[in-house]
């Protein structure tokens, strides 16, 4: 019998340490070769830890929410043969060393030009921890008998939301009910209202925590001025509308996005201190000829920032298939590490939810932040009437300690130009 | 005479209006249905049901028929029997009159108001109605038009004389000698088929190149070596042209071009139906059309407000079980229930000799659905019931998608298949995969154990072959 040690591996480039999010297995659990023992997750990845060799495990090196080091020991084994550990059972590896300070400083290095995407994809990444059934593919028409369904429709349940226990997915009456019963539409309240005195203790770990870490350091760091103006898109609107008629099979529906995207990387060009990355410790602003626009997206697990790389050099129909592609990579968790990092300017948009203004938090330690909010059609004083205009507001956020106010708001009134008189987007 | 008001109208009684008016009668909802003729409509007058019924005396006759003739294995011995078509008719006319009158006190009991008459549209809430003793308003908050569809007719060869509908062939009282059928669907084929049963000499015309052109040519091949067996003559790729001068054949122009003179006592045109849209107002009330059907959605309402349609004047498949399921879920939307069409599947049955049932997406249909199918078909010549009642011609087929085996369409050909149509459809509606088909206990011996063999052999291991 001998003891193997595994060590947490280097799970992405330039990574010095990772979050341990979740135990796979437990002391005393037999494993085989290739057996998941954990996931750890780094910048923005999961990464699952698989085991090299056949054992029992003894030892657990560090509990979930903890940030190991790479190299650290994170599981014992006791496997067949000699192992890995000189017999005799030397003082055995020390404890992982758990970083030094909780909060991620060392911001990995930004290389003074991002490179082309080159893909190194770690091994097992996937965003999003075990959930509950993977949802159903889009168009998939729910599998039920016509007994649920109807009994679905009056209780106001979409099957589609509902994950069926049934062979090939199919949705029983107990399925539907189960949805039912925990589903937030049903009210489960008895007769008066009682107080609840109960405290839940949920442990900030994983990507939520990230995100935690990375929203103080830019609160904490940054003194944010936000401008928010807003944007007559109504000829925009116009455009994109006739473009997606006549576009071709193979291009993509053109959504707002890339249209902004290009009017940043226009006015990213008379101003380009914006495009940059305020190093504060050192006291440098590296300012960027790549405009790499982050992209913020919603996942099922919180808030990711998918980046496209090099918007200068990409038309407008590239951008839109690129924000596409990234999207879709972003929600169902198959976006590389590269893919969701290097920006150097971010696009934070809610949507149909966006509001009337928010105060948008900058990627630290990038300089600014673009927020789009939601187009609404709102009269607008032509001089003699009111006239039905659709208007756009952005909310954007820059770093006062390197932008001033009369730049930032030079390089927001630039954008709504732009997009207010789109063809001047696509003029030189 | 004095306006009538209600909740709910229902333009037509065929089985789409009285089924939906019916439900609604149910449900405490204050209706009225008008009808031009008797209740009923197309399926019960002058469709599906005296087609039936005239089909199954023909194929009593016929077998009669054969064992006159000797040769039958069964050592049954007869003499020639006779037709006497007049009262064939009369008993068809009476299980007509049965249902019809049912129908009639169904909806006495629902607590429908019946008002014979002719209805038009004046706008979207008010509707006249022409009566015998007048004109009749009615105004409702809620109308369904269930107005049905109508025989297409040839501007060549104009419904009169010689030359009948379906409704006429229903009609006939004696066999004619010769017979000659323009259009080869399922309804010239049904038709086709009792006539030469009852002893007509049938020539079948049809303008594209094979017989019951929906179905694929695997379910049509038996149908169409029957027809040779009844000396049915078919003429494929050919068009019908005129009557000749003396109206007493009918002209055909072949596939090369080659002209034909078919005599013919009678030229029955069966050529399709057309949605029933002219006469009741459609242009009072100006509803959105998608081609010559009224637009619906998935709630069967149309462009208007509070105006509803159901069953032929909304679309294909123009067949009576769609339209009552449509009428169903009509009058309980009206009533204030949640509802909303999403049928997985409308079994099509034709009456022909062998009789066809597709249900759901043929392999064709479902490879644009999916490229990894299961397959299995079963034939009836393996089949003990079948042997049993000289019907080995035919088979049982079961399309299942490959990745999770789910049952996406059932087709069968045989005697006596359309009873297995439930079947199929309960089995598509539950979302069957192939083991549970496979898996349910199909008692023996029946045709419907051919269900059950197919659906073990798209899994690989039918048992009987």
Redesign the interface.
Known sequence: MGEHVIKLPDVGEGVAEAELVEWHVKVGDLVREDTVLAAVMTDKATVEIPSPVDGKVIWLGAEVGDTVAIGSAIVRLEVAGDGNVKAGGAPSVPKPEAAKEPVAKPEPKREAKPEVLKQTPPPKAAIGLATTGAPRPEGDKPLASPAVRQRAREAGVDLRQVTGSGPAGRISHEDLEAFIARGPQQAARGGGLVADNSVQDIKVVGLRRKIAEKMSLAKSRIPHITYVEEVDVTALEDLRASLNKSKRADQPKLTMLPFLMRAMVKAISEQPQLNSIFDDDAGVIHQYGAVNIGMAAQTSNGLVVAVIKHAEARDLWDCAAEVNRLADAAKSGTATREELSGSTITITSLGAMGGIATTPVINYPEVAIVGVNKMMIRPMWDGASFIPRKIMNLSSSFDHRVIDGWDAAVFVQRIKALMETPATIFID | MKEITCKLLVIGAGPGGYVCAIRAGQLGVDTVIVEAQKPGGTCLNIGCIPSKALIHAADEFEKAVHLAAGGSPLGISASAPALNLAKTISWKDGIVGRLTGGVAGLLKKARVKYVQGWAKFRDGKTVEVETETGTQVIKAEVIVIATGSVPVELPFLPFGGNVISSTGALALTEVPQQLAVVGGGYIGLELGTAFAKMGSKVTIVEALPRLLATYDSDLVKPVVKRLGELGVTVMTSAKARSLSSRRDALLVEDADSKDHKISADKVLVTVGRKPLTEGWGLDEIDLDMNGRFVKIDDQCRTSMRGVYAIGDVTGEPMLAHRAMAQGEMVAEIVAG????W?K?VIPAICFTDPEVVSAGLTPEEAKAVTSELMIGQFPFMANGRAMSKLAEDGFVRVVARAD???VLGIQAVGTGVSELSAAFGLAI???A?L??IAGTIHSHPTQGEAFQEAALKALGHALHI
Do not use: A, P
């Open positions: 229930q949640k509802r909303i999403d997985r999770n085996h789910v509606e539950m979302g995969r083991e549970d």
